[in-house]
């Protein structure tokens, strides 16, 4: 079971890895392609954009895995084919009617961010590239719920595949058809801002037909023939739509909850800023810098997210049979990879924040800010990355209701320290408000999950001490390394050397330790 587990949280997390590098490298090149104020105006399509996938998908995908999972326990396979046939055509009519309310109500979100007084993007700017980016929501909701049917069929492979696929044409179509419009078309910088909103949708295109190849190769794997099927009659389509909602409505609201944080900062920081009489740099350069840090930020973070999507399932077999200790074991399992991995990654990324910034976005998007607030917000991927795997693991075990009270709890906190704390903080105090957020929400996750299952504290803090000693360890050199460089060598020499030195000294230390033994850690001894 423990190989399963880290087999397919290799495969997701992996996928979702490459994900991310390939969606922040890019960012590296568009930034210098249409400037900070043209990233700005990107940053504004994708907030809205993020919210409207969330409630089109509602939750549907994860809802599907948890049910397949379990339904493939219970061996009714007739409930699997209701799922799947009922799922695909609620996906459609969702992702139709939500790319026709954001097509509608561009201009009115546009109004939020920007007003016609505004130095900056204009309001016909902001709309137009809301319209573009608003066609993606047409493909990505049937996409992502086959990704979830794979996935409650333990096929992590397919959902793999197709994160990568749908990742690389998205970035090739942005890049390329943004250099061709500037360059060769000569073309604004709204127009090519919407070029790049519209690679959402090609996208989309990429990964769905990679879905449909693997469920028509391995359809008899998948779904059992109709020969072959025991129908029964106790469960109706009305029945299964209830249970599929009622699941969806919690992952719903769980996978808003970092969109919700992005996009509080970003329809916030124009108006809060300027209403403090804010004197340092353009608003607007302030939301585009922490947009970029953001995506540092995640990146560690996406590693674990493959273990978040397939811890699902295997919790769930394990509550449906009444398993307990199996299911403190996976979920022991669950949080010592995700400790294993993104301590020392946060880490290395508060560190060489400077150098990082400055040599990834160059200087004409302020390095100096840049890296000040990369570092501040750095620690930040922590507590994304446990709240995630923990509302994952309360989902799992049919913790919805307290889940949704924890989320809101700390959205709640979010928004109102965003509108406080920067007159004492300035540009920090948004990041800062950040941290009380998911602060609030992990520490009422960790409670109900002590009060439900229970966790054996001994080995977990045994081995978490052992991965924060490394990585104190790890921080000390690498810190005297960067500083000693700093003066003499290029940012990019830096951070190669920094980085290195830091993954070197970091197992070794864990494996002086004994914790890098896979064998006996897998198995909680």
């Known amino acids: ?100 309310l954001l097509y509608m109500l561009a201009p009115l979100l546009a109004g939020i961010v920007v007003d016609e007084k505004s130095d900056g993007n204009t309001l016909e700017s902001v709309t137009y590239v809301i319209r573009v980016v608003s066609f993606a929501l047409i493909i990505i909701p049937p996409m992502s719920l086959l990704r979830g049917f794979f996935q409650g069929n333990d096929s ?32 604004s910088i709204k127009h090519a801002v919407g070029v790049a909103a519209f690679g959402a949708f090609i996208g989309g295109i990429a990964g769905l037909a990679v879905l449909l190849f693997y469920f028509w190769k391995r359809k008899n794997f998948l779904l059992k023939s109709r020969n072959e099927v025991v129908i029964q009659t106790d469960i109706s389509v009305i029945s299964i739509f209830k249970e599929i909602i009622t699941y969806s409505i919690p992952f719903v609201i769980m996978g808003l909850s970092l969109p919700l944080y992005q996009n509080i900062d970003t329809y916030s920081i124009n108006f809060v ?49 009444n398993n307990f200790g199996l299911l403190r074991e996976q979920m022991g399992q669950s949080l010592l990879i995700l400790t294993f991995i993104i301590i020392p990654a946060a880490t290395g990324i508060c560190i060489l ?14 390095p100096v800010l840049g890296g000040e607030l990369l570092k501040v917000y750095a620690p930040a991927a922590i507590l994304i990355a446990f709240y995630g795997v923990t509302s994952s693991i309360l989902q799992a075990i049919n913790q919805q209701k307290k889940l949704i009270i924890g989320l809101f709890s700390g959205i709640l906190i979010k928004f109102i320290l965003n509108f406080m704390l920067p007159g004492i903080f300035l540009e920090k105090g948004f990041i800062i408000a950040t941290y009380c957020g998911y602060l609030v929400s992990l520490t009422f996750n ?27 360890i790890m921080a000390f050199f690498v810190n005297i390394l960067e500083n000693a ?41």
């Open 1 to 100: 079971m423990a190989n399963k587990l880290l087999k397919g949280t290799f495969l997701l997390s992996s996928a979702s890895f490459i994900s991310k590098i390939l969606g922040f490298i890019y960012i590296v090149p568009l930034t210098v392609l249409i400037g900070t104020s043209g990233y700005a105006l990107y940053r504004y399509a994708y907030g809205p954009y993020t919210i409207m996938l969330s409630l089109s998908t509602m939750g549907i995908p994860l809802a599907i895995s948890k049910l397949t999972a379990k339904y493939k326990q219970l061996e009714r396979e007739d409930i699997v084919r209701k799922i799947v046939k009922s799922g695909m055509a609620f996906m459609f009519v969702t992702g139709m009617t939500s790319f026709l």
């Open 156 to 187: 992590m492979g397919p959902p793999a595949i197709s994160t990568v696929v749908e990742q690389l044409s998205r970035v090739l179509f942005i890049l390329a058809g943004v250099v061709v419009s500037l360059k060769l078309l000569d073309l």
């Open 273 to 321: 800023l300027s209403n403090y009489g804010y004197d340092g740099v353009d608003p607007e350069s302030v939301n585009s810098i922490i947009g970029l840090a953001q995506i540092l930020v995640l990146i560690p973070v996406s590693i674990t997210t493959g273990l978040s999507v397939t811890i699902i399932p295997n919790i769930t077999k394990s509550f449906v049979q």
């Open 353 to 366: 924040a400077e150098p990082l910034y400055l040599l990834l976005f160059t200087e004409k998007n302020l």
């Open 446 to 472: 960790m409670i109900i999950i002590r009060e439900r299952i229970g966790i054996d504290l001994i080995k977990v803090n045994y081995r978490v001490v052992t991965v924060i000693i490394s990585t104190f």
């Open 485 to 525: 460089l700093s003066q003499h060598a290029g940012t990019f020499l830096v951070v190669f050397l920094c980085s290195s030195l830091g993954i070197l000294i970091y197992f070794t230390s864990l494996y002086g330790m004994n914790f890098i033994r896979f064998k006996k850690f897998l198995k909680g001894q």
